[in-house]
């Protein structure tokens, strides 16, 4: 097991990653006060609730079971947890344990954000995406039906559990999908781990645990350094959304669901490196290493057929990281190093974005 | 005109409080985007919306009026702001203003704390409670239909314009509910600006000007002290909820709005008074003191006759201030210095919640 200690002052928290820390009773000594939400859902709950519950027997267990999906992810849904903790009776010294993926981590984060204006919460993330992402940063939220993730506060964990052992029942295109966050941060932060990356892709996707707790470690240790220089995102947070501007203008193309948020970010990433080298950044080369890793790691690196550039360039602009009107993207200077920017030829995102279908051939 | 500087560092903000402040031309300074979003309500917008309007023409100024009253402030009507500001494409450099009382405020608040995780906003309260009350202390939230302001948010404002001309369309009643606010910081700090309200009593229920400033200024800048000293409410805070334990309990028992919240507090304030009296605190002389400036603020002080000890206790046994099933009260040790304690004789409160109904005897 690696601890990895996100440093944030008085809000400092350890992430403990690891094959079964689920099992390693680290929960209860993270609880102050005697009562205890787990939140969970129906897919992950028949998995792992049990163990988390044997741990907590000295406590005031309450559970709440969600819908699986990203599509619950919503006000209604968070009101529910809101209905379980008062019905038990949950007071401001309570906390809550997020069992499950990022919605789960995310509406579970947000209620406990603004139950009784802030009470105490513990992730337990089961996808590798969750596990990378949303261990770091105390961002959480629900969707709105006019924009994803639009409504949320930033709330940051006491402790995360990262469970590699978990891992093995997850679908491989989940596990693909959080690969291409992992890949993320070798793009935007470090050029070692992009190689190291490359070396041990085929370690990861067999789910070897060393090689899944060294990328994990060192995503979440990426974040953490990213995050504390920015934590309420004005600067080089931002380079976090690498490939993300790109990735939800095809999640929102194709509905929700159909394209895995880890899926489009994949080919999103290429996209903004396709940008980045009709900039004049990165080389050919680089670019078909970015591309080739991508594919390794079992993502798509194709835009949907049926997206034109219009249709682009209009849902990328309703994205959060447009300021007055201006498409604003982080690209990619050289592997290892990126940048945000909206000083780019808007011809040569046309360009990428006509592309975008055919980037398989670029 | 004064201004209050409340000091929270880089959340530091402004309070101009005075007679029409709202035509100083003060908001424009404080917008930093291009986009400002206007909550109101229906009893307030035609009465002053306009002449906020007539400030901001430089701006995109969208409206959302919402219906007035404490029954509104839920989930569902927070959503309408969400739909509004993402109806009229609001970016995270937009301003929320939030122009009417505590429920406009709160929810307003709230709103700002959560949209895109957090927008600026500023408060424009139009009853002297929320002037006194909402201006300070960061406290956003909504209802629960099981428990009043059980969803929140600490949210700063980044200024406060109490404009003390407004209050001429407040109901006298309203004025009242403000002033018990307003006597509860004399009655847990400051024993000689209770002397000042005993003097000034008159003046400000005919809404003198001058006197109204002062009241508001100083009720301002003691809760402005209390809230430095301890921003997330874990200690001396907690005076600030004298009276709010036994008034909640009145709310509930006689169903919100039909004892408006200062009542409650009023009445609520002197069974403190009286428990703290039983317990060997205040003088007979002091309680009467207390009692003679409740009754001249224009505030109740008998507690509902339908109300039993049994009732009283189960809805205060509900109270967010209870930790671990104990009942915390504030009391009053002497006119201006008040304590938060669960170390009283039960019988005593018992003694307190019987008399309930004769206070006006005691």
Known sequence: ???????????????????????????????????????????????????????LSAFQVDTLILPDGECYKDLDHLNLIFDALLDKRHNRTTTLIALGGGVVGDM?????????????????????????????????????????????????????????AVLATLPDRELSAGLAEVIKYGLIYDAEFFDWLELNMDKLRAQDAEALTHAIFRACQIKAEVVAQDERESGIRALLNLGHTFGHAIETSQGYGNWLHGEAVGTGMLMAADLSARCGWLSAEEVSRIRALIIAAGLPVVAPQDMTVEEFRQLMSVDKKVLDGRI???????????????????????????????????
Chains 1, 2 share one sequence.
Do not use: W
Not at 111 to 125: K, S, W
Not at 155 to 164: E, F, N, S
Not at 346 to 354: I, Q
């Open 1 to 55: 097991m690696l601890t990895l200690t996100v440093d944030l002052g008085d809000r400092t928290y350890p992430i403990y990653i690891g094959g079964n820390v689920l099992d390693e009773a680290l929960l209860a000594q993270h609880v102050r006060g005697r009562q205890v939400m787990i939140v969970s859902n129906e897919t992950v709950a028949p998995l792992y609730l049990s163990r988390l519950q044997a741990q």
């Open 328 to 362: 604003r993207l982080v690209l990619v200077r050289s592997i290892g190093d990126a940048l945000v920017t909206q000083d780019f030829d808007s011809a040569l995102l046309d360009e990428t974005l006509r592309a975008g279908a055919q980037l398989a051939q670029f």
């Open 108 to 164: 579970t984060g947000f209620a406990a954000a603004c139950y009784q204006r802030g009470v105490d919460f513990i992730q337990v993330p089961t996808t590798l995406l969750s596990q990378v992402d949303s261990s770091v940063g105390g961002k959480t939220g629900v969707n709105h039906a006019k924009g994803k993730n639009m409504i949320g506060a930033f709330h940051q964990p006491i402790a995360v559990l990262a469970d590699t």
